[in-house]
């Protein structure tokens, strides 16, 4: 018996593999999915949570991040606004007494 694997939509491991007849699992990142789910389209990013992300969004920053040149970005910050892009730091911003930043999603929650 030969098993099928599917690609991971979330971290493209290609060692999905099927829980059952419609779910399948990711060994790697742990994320499983619906073959039967239609396909999201365009840019989805998500916060800590699992929560999907929009342009204009507000968020929480829940971990002190650290900013070379000036000092750290406090956990509970709350940056309004945010803009979504594709790539590792995948939320443009302003915050106040820093400027522009560019965040990762997995380090904030939808406010």
């Known amino acids: ?6 690609p991971c939509p979330s971290c493209t491991s290609p ?12 060994p790697e990142c742990g994320h499983e999915w619906n073959l ?9 990013v998500k916060d800590m949570n699992g ?13 002190q991040l650290p900013v ?3 000092s750290p970005i406090k ?9 979504l892009t594709d790539g590792d730091h ?7 007494g820093f400027g522009a930043m560019a965040l990762k999603s997995e380090f904030v ?3």
């Open 1 to 6: 018996m030969s098993e099928e694997t599917n």
């Open 15 to 26: 060692y999905g593999y099927a829980v059952n007849s419609a779910i399948y699992s990711c």
């Open 36 to 44: 039967d789910e239609p396909k999201e389209e365009g840019l989805v």
């Open 51 to 63: 929560i999907i992300l929009e342009d204009g969004d507000a968020v929480i920053v829940m971990k």
């Open 68 to 70: 070379k040149g000036s």
């Open 75 to 83: 956990a509970g910050t709350k940056v309004k606004n945010i803009r």
């Open 90 to 96: 995948n939320i443009d911003c302003k915050i106040d």
């Open 109 to 111: 929650k939808k406010a």
